[in-house]
């Protein structure tokens, strides 16, 4: 089955430990990219991958971290968590040509 | 930066009524994509309609068809029909996939009620 997965899918953490939220996806897609999604704003682009090994900020990249060392895997890095991060977060993957995204069923963060 | 708005944050519509969701975006490209997504109760995305702005056809998917304006830059969905299932928070969203970019803007969502 085509698919996103995300682990975990629900994560309660204190700030500053350190955390990395997976993400696969099995359709061989080029694109991969995260998004946290806060009450009242709708989801925000983290960072985005367009293959392995090229990475790029998107709206709100301050406090993450990415690496896609292989093109099905695009792990999230929280290097020390804080508060204000505490969110719904998804990966989604896409085809080059056709933009479709594919989202994970996202990971619920909180960070006391 | 590209914007998008939706300026409705709530809608309702009866049970097999019609319903229009509005969404505009700010943008200086020539050559991008727009999309609708439904958000229900359990979170996934689900992507509805999907149109490139090159075409100037309009969208269509099933009960979903999209009224897409490049010059006023207006990108609205119409619900048919209206189920039960529609019920859901709506983003629309819009992709710059120019050289080295692939950055997608989504707007604040409008959530939809059915009324049986």
């Known amino acids: 089955e085509a698919q996103v997965t995300q682990n975990p899918r629900y994560l309660i953490t204190v700030t500053g430990k350190k955390l990395t939220v997976t993400c696969s996806q099995n359709?061989?897609?080029?694109?991969m990219s995260w998004y946290r999604q806060d009450p009242g704003l709708g989801l925000r682009q983290i960072y985005y991958?367009?293959?392995?090994?090229?990475?790029d900020k998107g709206d709100v990249p301050e406090g993450y971290k990415v690496s896609r060392k292989e093109k099905r895997n695009f792990p999230l890095i929280l290097e020390s968590p804080s508060p204000n991060q505490t969110s719904l977060y998804f990966c989604?993957?896409?085809?080059?040509?056709?933009?479709?995204?594919?989202f994970g069923p996202g990971t619920r963060l909180t960070v006391t | 930066a590209q914007t998008v708005t939706q300026s409705q944050p709530e809608m309702s519509v009866q049970e097999a009524e019609t319903v229009t969701l509005s969404c505009t975006y700010d943008?200086?490209?020539?050559?991008?994509?727009l999309f609708w997504y439904k958000q229900p109760p359990s979170r996934q995305m689900i992507l509805v309609i999907r149109?490139?702005?090159?075409?100037?056809q309009n969208a269509t998917e099933n009960r979903f068809s999209v009224n897409f304006q490049k010059a006023a830059k207006s990108f609205s969905l119409k619900i048919s029909d209206s189920q039960l299932g529609d019920a859901a928070m709506y983003f629309c969203?819009?992709?710059?996939?120019?050289?080295?970019?692939?950055?997608?803007?989504f707007g604040k969502g409008t959530k939809l009620s059915v009324i049986p």
């Open positions: 989604a993957s896409s085809l080059q040509g056709t933009h479709e995204q594919y």
């Open positions: 969203a819009f992709l710059d996939s120019g050289a080295g970019s692939y950055q997608l803007t």
């Open positions: 943008t200086s490209e020539s050559d991008y994509y």
């Open positions: 991958s367009m293959n392995v090994e090229v990475t």
């Open positions: 149109q490139e702005a090159y075409k100037q």
């Open positions: 359709m061989n897609h080029e694109y």
